[in-house]
């Protein structure tokens, strides 16, 4: 008894040496690949074994020489960034090729409000300055007697 009595017939006009000449070559093309991978896998491990060797000072030169080849800056020489990072759009519409340029600036550095030192300050004007001054919120709100100074002021038994 035939098992495939109901499906249709799929063997029409096959060419069996073309369909065996079509295997081969992806057959060679499949271990081809598989090769080159394995190449790579190796590759990889040995690289990665070369690193683990290394100390840290031969790894910072390396990645120094890698930046000098690509034309960057070497390893430590970024700008300090001690200030909050923000996004400043340069506009959409704005092009002018002048010196003074807005794309031109360098926007990368702190600004006004990052340049003050907040630790040098009194509490109370950490507070004002930090969420705006003459703003909404800032430190109004009653902390309690250990945040008040009542030293000198009206001592116990005295009416004024």
């Not at 991978?37 to 910072?60: G, H, I, K």
């Not at 001690?82 to 794309?103: E, L």
Request: proline residues 1%.
């Amino acid at each position: 008894m035939d098992s495939d009595a109901g499906w249709p017939d799929d063997e029409d006009d096959l060419d069996a040496e073309a369909e065996l000449c079509a295997w081969e070559k992806r057959e060679a093309l499949r271990l081809c690949r598989e090769g080159e991978a394995q190449l790579l896998r190796e590759r990889e491990e040995a690289e990665v074994r070369r690193r683990r060797n290394m100390t840290d000072a031969e790894m910072m030169a390396e990645q120094d020489e890698e930046k000098a080849a690509n034309g960057e800056a070497a390893v430590g020489d970024e700008k300090e960034a001690n200030y909050v990072k923000k996004f400043y759009h340069k506009g959409a519409f704005y092009a002018t090729d002048d010196a003074d340029d807005i794309r031109n600036r360098d926007f990368s550095g702190a600004a006004e409000k990052d340049k003050i030192n907040f630790k040098a300050m009194p509490e109370v004007m950490q507070k004002t300055f930090a969420h705006g001054f003459g703003m909404k919120g800032g430190g109004k709100k009653y902390q309690g007697l250990a945040k008040e100074d009542t030293t000198g002021k009206k001592k116990h038994g005295d009416l004024y």
